[in-house]
């Protein structure tokens, strides 16, 4: 029976994954975070061990648990381009400083460190799929601070696969554009506050209109949250340690869309729904600049495929939600939620 600590538990990886593991595992899962309003009643499960606390403060409860559990996965990261232009120090911070000691007791207590890498440490690279083994990592120049995530993950997992050459049992994986319910409050109306597809959902249930950065074109593989679960459960058994030492981009390169066709797609689903159909009637596509709604550090990545030929073999996993049923489970999450996000407008 595994002892999984997941520090960030309430996040949006966190309580999808805490979810699947009590329903689908024996495993325990020990997880700390600041807050609890997404993990519900997993809070009273018999194997959710939850400790209200912050990484940066709780510094010894953590390295009690690193030593106690079999595999850790420090989840608590700033990921919203907003910040990385706007406080890219307070990311450099949380995202690698606050995770370095966590990583370290890793090493010291021979712990499997399941870390969360990024699809954005790829930067800009023109490779038509990006491949883990193989493509390079390309950031912008130093006066455009949307990089920092990028290199500070970059950073990070270059030290880790350091502590791997020295006997650190590792697996890095890379998200690319994981969506679904939970992902970031849709009850949060400001520009650049949070992920996409969340930011066009609060703007459609409001009736607000939707800015197209650059005009939209550019492309994310859009991933459902529940296929990129099951990888991550798979790289927790690490059956006959085949994800020991690995790096995995969990993606679905099938879910290929512009950011243009993001907004339509979603516009045309909330129409079938009653919930939605009268605010979506009165949203408008707009184009603005990327320096006018993030600011002048800003640059952004045209296209961003993951290769997942060894994460599909290795692990046996293959993702299969479509965008459009990724979407209407979305849609379905928040139907409860509609009288909320629209009181926002007052």
Request: proline share 4%; hydrophobic share 35%; glycine share 8%.
């Amino acid at each position: 029976m595994k002892k999984v600590l997941i520090l960030g538990v309430n996040g949006f990886i966190g309580h999808h994954l805490s979810k699947r593991i009590l329903e689908t595992t024996d495993w325990e899962v020990y997880g700390m975070d600041m807050q609890t309003e997404r993990l519900g009643d997993l809070l009273n499960h018999p194997r959710m061990h939850f400790f209200e606390g912050d990484i940066t403060i709780n510094k010894e409860w953590v390295e009690y648990h690193v030593k106690k559990c079999d595999v850790i996965l420090p989840l608590v990261a700033i990921a919203t381009p907003s910040t990385y232009v706007k406080q890219p120090l307070r990311v450099f911070e949380l995202d690698f400083e606050a995770n370095l000691p966590i990583v370290r007791s890793a090493a010291k207590y021979g712990k499997h460190l399941v870390f969360p890498s990024t699809s954005e440490v790829y930067g800009m690279c023109h490779d038509e799929e990006f491949d883990p083994e193989n493509s390079e990592l390309i950031c912008g120049p130093i006066n455009k601070p949307r990089w920092i995530y990028s290199c500070a993950k970059q950073l990070m997992d270059r030290v880790i696969w350091g502590y791997g050459m020295e006997g650190l049992n590792f697996t890095l994986f890379r998200p690319f554009n994981w969506i679904g319910a939970g992902l970031d409050s849709i009850h949060t109306p400001k520009e650049g506050s949070s992920r996409v597809v969340t930011q066009f959902f609060g703007h459609i249930v409001r009736g607000e209109n939707i800015s197209l950065v650059d005009g939209g074109a550019q492309k994310r593989a859009f991933t459902y949250i529940d296929d990129g679960i099951d990888a991550l459960v798979r790289i927790i058994a690490n059956k006959d340690g085949v994800a020991s030492g690995k790096i995995y981009n969990i993606g679905n390169p099938s879910n290929n869309h512009s950011i243009r066709e993001l907004a339509h797609m979603m516009l045309e689903l909330a129409a079938e729904y009653p919930e939605y159909a009268e605010s979506a009637k009165k949203v408008q596509l707009t184009e603005t600049t990327s320096s006018a709604y993030y600011g002048g550090g800003y640059q952004d990545v045209q296209n961003r495929v993951p290769k997942i030929t060894n994460t599909c073999e290795e692990l046996g996993w293959t993702p299969t939600t479509t965008m459009a049923d990724s979407m209407r489970h979305i849609f379905d999450a928040y139907r409860s939620q509609v009288a909320q996000a629209r009181a926002l407008m007052d």
